[in-house]
């Protein structure tokens, strides 16, 4: 993208898991573009989630209550006032964190939003369901303490590395073709190393805060608690793009159908695609977000 000082746009990106600050050079690649958001005169900003990357383990961390407080202090630190954001499956729930945030001034510094193929607050969206086996499998998994859900983590990441770069005529294979060469290779290698940091630990973290019942908000309203996922949700004032495949056998179209419904200011785009439409639909998505806000 541009430089904050010359920037037409502001926007901060959550990528999904395996995760890593490098993920947007991929998008440029993938619309056949040298960088697509300088052309679009968007100031791109994408944070390491805690625990990957160059971030330290804080397994105190807490999406609804602390990811809101990083975006804003990073965004005093780079001069930004007002920001729109989207966030890709797993990036969801930090989508959500920053428009349900407990600050006031936090909320209103969002002026729109994106919801890629994300996932909301599990129980309350059916997500963590007997009905969604997968979703129930990650609830489940991802309720394990981190020490033993990172050491899967760190081996599962370790073996697609050995499989995508150990074995390069099977990657040649299955690749997309315009991420069929070195450049892409090698910001792959750098999310998976970025993803495998601390033991997996910072990996298995994201997914506990995002997929584990333990940690996803109410349905509804308890004295004394949070803010329900209904009233969190009915609160929010500006825009959010919800953009989710047809096709799509990890996040069901159900999810979608649940934040549209509770979302007072929302648009519902099904597209042909997978789970992994936003490689196909990058641009288009980005456009619709910089109009909105």
Not at 93 to 115: F, G, H, I, K, Q
Request: glycine share 10%; aromatic share 10%; charged share 20%.
């Amino acid at each position: 993208g541009v430089p904050a000082a010359a920037a037409r746009h502001h926007v901060f990106y959550f990528g999904g898991m395996p995760a890593s600050a490098e993920e947007p050079a991929l998008h440029s690649a993938l619309s056949g573009k040298a960088d697509m958001y300088r052309e679009k005169g968007v100031h791109l900003v994408c944070i390491d989630k805690v625990g990957m990357g160059g971030t330290a383990l804080n397994t105190r961390f807490r999406i609804r209550h602390d990811w809101p407080v990083i975006v804003r202090r990073v965004a005093d630190k780079l001069g930004v006032e007002k920001y729109g954001v989207f966030g890709v499956s797993n990036g969801g729930p930090y989508v959500m964190a920053v428009l349900t945030a407990e600050n006031e001034e936090d909320r209103s510094r969002c002026t729109a939003a994106s919801m890629v193929v994300g996932v909301s607050d599990v129980s309350a969206s059916g997500y963590f369901s007997l009905f969604h086996p997968s979703g129930f499998f990650e609830g489940c998994f991802n309720s394990l303490p981190i020490r033993v859900s990172g050491l899967v983590t760190w081996s599962a990441i370790q073996f697609f590395s050995w499989v995508l770069f150990g074995l390069p005529d099977l990657y040649n294979k299955k690749a997309p073709h315009k991420l069929n060469h070195p450049a892409a290779r090698d910001v792959f290698r750098k999310i998976l190393r970025d993803a495998a940091r601390h033991q997996g630990r910072g990996a298995s973290l994201d997914c506990q805060q995002g997929l584990s019942p333990l940690y996803a908000r109410l349905s509804k309203d308890v004295a004394g608690s949070e803010r329900s996922a209904e009233t969190a949700y009915r609160d929010i004032k500006v825009h959010v793009a919800l953009w989710f495949g047809k096709q799509d056998g990890t996040v069901p179209l159900k999810t979608a159908d649940y934040l549209h419904e509770r979302l007072p200011k929302s648009t519902k785009h099904y597209v042909d695609g997978t789970h992994m439409l936003f490689g196909e639909f990058a641009e288009t998505i980005v456009d619709d977000l910089i109009v909105n806000m």
